[in-house]
């Protein structure tokens, strides 16, 4: 019995350790919006990217009568429970929100005044808003953001699965991050740090 005891004591202290480690790296200046993505496998894989880099929390845009799709237990559910998801019914109130938070915002329109993703400074705070599935960003979102970014590519179809231009786009976030040392200080103070580390042992 004392052994058991000692390595379920071993186990709930690592675990407590790698939250830990995991609550002083989140990002809380960078974070995504999906504007009507209604694919719950899309979703679910933007939710797996985003905890990998840190990103504190999404925001999910549904208007015109959309739904928030329903993320199945298996394909999402890990994911879902680290990173915090707020739900809007139009991009202004979404964006507004963001403002607050000091984000300039960038949407991933299609127009002629779109700049290189790899020419963005993803160091200052800052939200990437990806669209839907078949019609990308609305002419709503792309009016009110603070630019379009696009993904450059060489290949005949130019286009990329949503999942994977989110993935993309905040990998390259982090890496200018990590080269600026921001997952090495936290971002949150130690109040926040406090407030999360409780909230996540929680989870």
């Known amino acids: ?108 329109g299609m127009s002629s005044d779109a700049v290189s993703l790899y020419d963005l400074n993803l160091t200052e705070p800052v939200a990437l808003v990806f669209g839907n599935e078949h019609e990308g960003v609305t002419e709503e979102a792309i009016s009110l953001a603070d630019g379009n970014f696009l993904i450059p590519q060489v290949g005949v179809i130019q286009s990329l699965n949503i999942s994977v231009a989110c993935a993309v786009s905040i990998y390259e976030a982090f890496r200018q991050r990590l080269n600026a040392g921001m997952y090495s200080d936290s971002q949150l103070s130690q109040d926040e740090l406090a407030i999360l580390y409780n909230d996540f042992l929680a989870r």
Not at 1 to 29: C, H, L, W, Y
Not at 67 to 81: E, Q, T, V
Request: proline share 3%; hydrophobic share 30%.
């Open 1 to 108: 019995m004392g052994t058991n005891r000692k390595v379920a004591q071993f186990r709930t202290d690592e675990r407590k350790e790698k939250i830990r480690r995991v609550v002083e790296r989140r990002q809380p200046s960078l974070t995504v919006v999906l504007e009507n993505v209604h694919d719950p496998h899309n979703v679910s894989a933007v939710i797996r990217s985003c905890d990998a880099v840190g990103i504190l929390e999404v925001s999910l845009i549904y208007n015109g009568g959309q739904k928030f799709p329903k993320l199945g237990a298996k394909s999402s559910a890990s994911a879902r429970k680290w990173v915090n998801q707020k739900h809007y019914e139009s991009a202004a109130d979404c964006f507004s929100e963001l403002r607050k938070e000091g984000k300039k915002i960038y949407t991933t």
